[in-house]
């Protein structure tokens, strides 16, 4: 069984166990947490890991992709091609399909895909402008595109991310550093051996080491153009030299992608009927084998990294808080209702009615409390959108300040391109963290101050009815607490915890990337730039670019925020609602079962606390499933991790 079954195996086993621990939390009418097990169950049913690959346009980053994909799937050309996102999935027929701004989708021929595709490849050489202009009329305001394929490597729920090449000064290389890379499992950035680390890749390096870095693998094409060890030597010795020195073990691989391609297309007996001439021959008896190319070596580290480390965390989010939340089940319902029978309550009548008129009264305050949350909110959220305004500002009088004195030095327009980069590209990223860490703290702040407020109205007012109570000894059976760890669980904690908790799992991965759509959506093209002209045109080029990339996006961006920032408001406040709401229900809910309760038979009690202690076992077992199906994970896991080697180049 290789990891990646080894991942599938046990997420199925996970998935049939958080459907019976649904069906169970269901059958003893605590629907809230019913229906949060539920969401659970399908959000890991449709996890899958993302693979995005990123690069110069030179560097054979769509042979390399194609190498993965075991077939020439997606056009290869030496100039830029379009600006849009490739994702790539497993599909048993090729699909091909557009997705626009609007959310909506269009299937496309595979013609019409690459005719897509090759948008700028046919502007460069001044074919088919009908062609171009039908596809701007069709598709200006398309974001991705979207490629269904019977791929191998796909078949293993992975999705491949093709990223546009990144030698151009553009907001691409935001989108990709700051919302594709953190969000995805893996990140793979295409070198080339014959030239590594141009001046533009230096610049988007930098981008990316202040990405997860240990996400990332080096792959280093052409190796079939590598002479001898001491070039591999120092090939490898240059790209580590670029690595922050505290990465001990960077992924570094080398592979040749398109002797790889040719293995497979060979095994598909693609032009097999054509003969070859002399030349031919003699090339592809220096072809690589398909273990000589890297690839193989290459795919299985890879594979090994999704499962021990992106596997784990995939597994670890579901499984840890549906433990909270069956934990919370035995804790707030099974022994709360247990103790109730061990009790004594006087004036049970009278303290329910005292109960019922505090919970009307936090009711009826919640609507006012819900407007308060959005005032509160959007009154911050006006100041954080000021604060990124100016910060985006000053990020466009640094790039065009570094461009003119580029042009004053007469340097070459790409070298400024690089430098502009390189002065801008840190503070963008620091600007999208400071810009996260304001919005949550904005939440934590506002949600913090009504939930203060909201305990000294609610609290926990059943369990305090229990604990001005009396204790019946006479069932002569004490709570034993279960020796099994128990966590600290959201539902136990305050109204304001569960809200911070619910949305964090509503907006996770957003709030890095939330206003990087606009640059998906603008997709500004490449500009291929002949060598015939002369630096003056090509600086005039270089200011529109500047003037559009930095000082044109200002309001774009802040437009973006401040819709981001409208739609987060008003998911904050419902989801608050929610929770008071589910609150007020379960003290509704304990206070009739207290009221019953109290009304027993002595051998009614007996049989409901025996009812009791046998679903307080199930609700354990399901817990000890999960933990002990993670745990033979993590265990199979690290027995890889120790197997884990350097890859050696052949």
Known sequence: MNYLQQFEETKSKTLKSLELAEKFVSDLGIEKIAQDLHLMRMTLSREQFEIIIAGEFSNGKSTFLNALLQEELLPSSN????????????????????????????????????????????KV?????????????????????????????????????DSPGTNDMDERRVQITHEYIPKSDAAIFILNATKIFSASEKAFLQRILDADIKKIFFVINFKDLIRSKEEFAEIQQIVIDHLPKEIESP??????????????????????????????????????????????????QLMNFLSTESGTQKLRKPIDRAVRLLESVIDNHILFERNSLNHNISDIGTRVVEIEKQLKKVENDLNQTTKRIELKMSLESEAISRWYSNELSNVANIAEQTMQDGISLQKDPEVVKSDIDLATGKIETQIAEQ????????????????????????????????????????WGETIVRRETQVRKTV????????????????FTGGLAGWG?????????????????????????????????????????????????????NKDTKEEYKKVVQAKIAQERTRSQMLIKNQNLEAGEVQ???????????????????LDKDFDHYLTTTNEVKADERIPVPR
């Open 79 to 122: 100039v830029p091609t379009t600006a849009l996102i490739n994702k790539i999935y497993y599909r048993k027929a090729p699909t091909y399909e557009v997705h626009y701004d609007n959310g909506k989708t269009q299937n496309l021929t595979r013609q019409e895909f690459l005719d897509f595709v090759a948008e700028d490849k046919h």
């Open 125 to 161: 050489e001044g074919k088919a402008p009908q062609i171009l202009q039908k596809i701007r009329d069709q598709f200006g305001k398309a974001t991705h595109l979207e490629i269904g394929y019977p791929s191998p490597i796909c078949k293993n729920n992975i999705v491949l991310i």
């Open 251 to 300: 992924k570094i691989y080398f592979v040749s992608a398109l002797h790889a391609l040719n293995h497979y297309k060979q095994l598909k007996g693609v032009n097999e009927e054509k003969p070859l001439s002399r030349r031919a021959q003699r090339k592809q008896e220096r072809e690589l084998t398909i273990e000589d190319s890297g690839m193989l070596e290459f795919e299985q």
């Open 435 to 474: 810009l996260s860490k304001k919005i949550q703290s904005m939440i934590n702040g506002i949600i913090s101050d009504e939930d203060r407020q909201l305990n000294d109205q609610l609290g926990n007012l059943t369990q305090n009815v229990i604990g001005l109570s009396t204790h019946n000894d006479q």
């Open 491 to 506: 539902e136990n904690a305050s109204a304001g915890a569960v809200v911070l908790g619910g949305l964090t799992l509503l």
């Open 516 to 568: 990087l759509v606009g640059a998906g959506i603008a997709g500004a093209t490449y500009s291929y730039v002949t060598q015939k002209e002369d630096n003056q045109s090509m600086y005039g080029r270089l200011k529109t670019q500047v003037k559009s990339r930095y000082k044109g996006n200002v309001s774009k961006q802040t437009k973006e925020l401040d819709k981001y920032l409208k739609q987060l």
């Open 607 to 625: 049989q409901k606390i025996k009812a009791l202690d046998i679903k307080r076992q199930v609700c354990e077992s399901l817990i000890h499933n």
